[in-house]
């Protein structure tokens, strides 16, 4: 067994504390990594209060924007050796024989989907822990690349903000021609931003939050919204093809839909812990659509990562030491972060 320290919530709503466990041994198809650093998601905080009531159990130990150096592989790993930089994200295994698995969609699986924290491990029905600790052990599988043109601390948002935003970009085709609104510039919101840009799309931010117009720009977006001003809703009215909603808590969906065109689409990423309402007419008027999207697939997180890596950027990060990661999550909630905190894994291992 090889022991990690790590920081977990004991309780739901309780603050996380220091906690120390076993790993499994690798098998064959195993990698162990030496995790230097993990993003903050809010579906970290989400889960940690258990706010989605799905009866989580504890301890927690949250954390799935990983990056790290792989220590040592099983007998059998193809794709990575001793040195090498490696990423794990939202998942670390799925049944791999149904339909979603044989196309790359992992991320929408038919069976079970074992969840990097909150599941339970194929290998040893053990629970599942995640990245706010000093070791993981991954199926190769399940284990991204991470090149080396891309800043560790950078890289590891990719693994959940990055490819759930460019995810949605890309099946709902971005690109050249399109207008794009990003609603809620957070760790989400900044990722969505930075690849709808990059991908060639008009970027418009669509934020409650004016103090965040001079960012935007600064992260590429073409136009911003001050969505605290009623007059924005008069403004972009019919304008996007394509708006992601990355708002992690309550708001109104009605007012949103009509910023979309004819035919346009708004898609959930974000996850508030109350049911939507929206009037069906903001619906119906336009043939606008409402949909949702849920991370990205393995092979189209690599392409991402490396996407990233081609066009020299990462995520927006305020490294921390672990022993702030609960300051974080209040200053989460209160809109101050710019854009990821992102926890430095050096400061658990002394
Ligand atoms: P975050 O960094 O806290 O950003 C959320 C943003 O939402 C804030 O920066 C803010 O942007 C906006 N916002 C917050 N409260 C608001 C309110 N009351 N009214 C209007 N806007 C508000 O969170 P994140 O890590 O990006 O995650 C966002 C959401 O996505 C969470 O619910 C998370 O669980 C979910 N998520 C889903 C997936 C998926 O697979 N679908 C994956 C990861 C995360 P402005 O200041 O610009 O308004
Ligand atoms: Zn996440
Ligand atoms: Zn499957």
Redesign the pocket.
């Known amino acids: 067994m090889l022991s990690a320290k790590a920081y977990a919530a004991h309780k739901a709503k309780e603050a996380l504390k220091p906690f120390t466990f076993d790993r499994r041994d690798p098998g064959p198809y195993d990698v162990v990594i030496d995790i230097l650093f993990c993003g903050v998601?809010?579906?970290d905080l989400?889960q940690v209060r258990d706010e989605w009531g799905f009866d989580n159990a504890y301890p927690m130990v949250p954390g799935h924007e990983i990056v790290g150096r792989v220590e040592a592989v099983g007998s059998s790993v193809k794709k990575f050796k001793a040195g090498d930089m490696a990423g794990v994200g939202v998942l670390v295994d799925t049944c791999r024989t149904c339909g979603s698995c044989q196309e790359g969609l992992e991320q929408y699986c038919e069976g079970v989907i074992i969840w990097t924290y909150g599941g339970v491990e194929k290998q040893t029905g053990k629970p599942t822990y995640g990245g706010y600790s000093t070791k993981i052990v991954v199926d190769e599988n399940y284990t991204l690349k991470i090149s080396p043109k891309l800043k560790p601390q950078e890289a590891a948002p990719l693994l959940?903000?990055g490819i759930?935003t460019y995810s949605p970009l890309k099946h709902w085709g971005a690109g050249p021609g399109k207008k794009v609104g990003i609603l809620?510039?957070?760790?989400?919101?900044h990722m969505g931003v930075k690849l709808a840009a990059a991908l060639g799309t008009e970027v418009t931010v669509l934020?409650?939050?004016s103090k965040?117009k001079e960012d935007a720009q600064r992260l590429w977006a073409h136009k911003f919204a001050d969505m605290s001003d009623p007059k924005s809703f008069q403004e972009y009215a019919g304008y996007f093809h394509l708006i992601i909603d990355?708002?992690?808590?309550?708001?109104d969906f009605t007012k949103y839909m009509d910023l979309l065109k004819r035919d346009g689409t708004l898609v959930l990423?974000?996850?508030?812990a109350t049911p939507p309402s929206i009037v069906p007419f903001a619906l119906t008027g336009r043939r606008r659509a409402i949909a949702g999207?849920?991370?990205g697939g393995i092979k189209e997180t690599q392409e991402m990562l490396d996407f990233c890596a081609e066009k020299g950027f990462g995520a927006d990060v305020e490294v921390i030491p672990m022993g702030k990661v609960n300051e974080a999550f209040e200053r989460?909630l209160k809109?101050d972060?710019r854009?990821r905190f992102v926890i430095d894994m050096a400061s658990l291992k002394g």
Request: glycine fraction near 14%.
């Open positions: 998601c809010h579906s989400h959940c903000a759930t809620g510039l957070g760790g989400l919101g934020s409650s939050s965040k990355t708002v992690s808590a309550q708001h990423v974000g996850l508030p999207s849920q991370v989460m809109n972060v854009y």
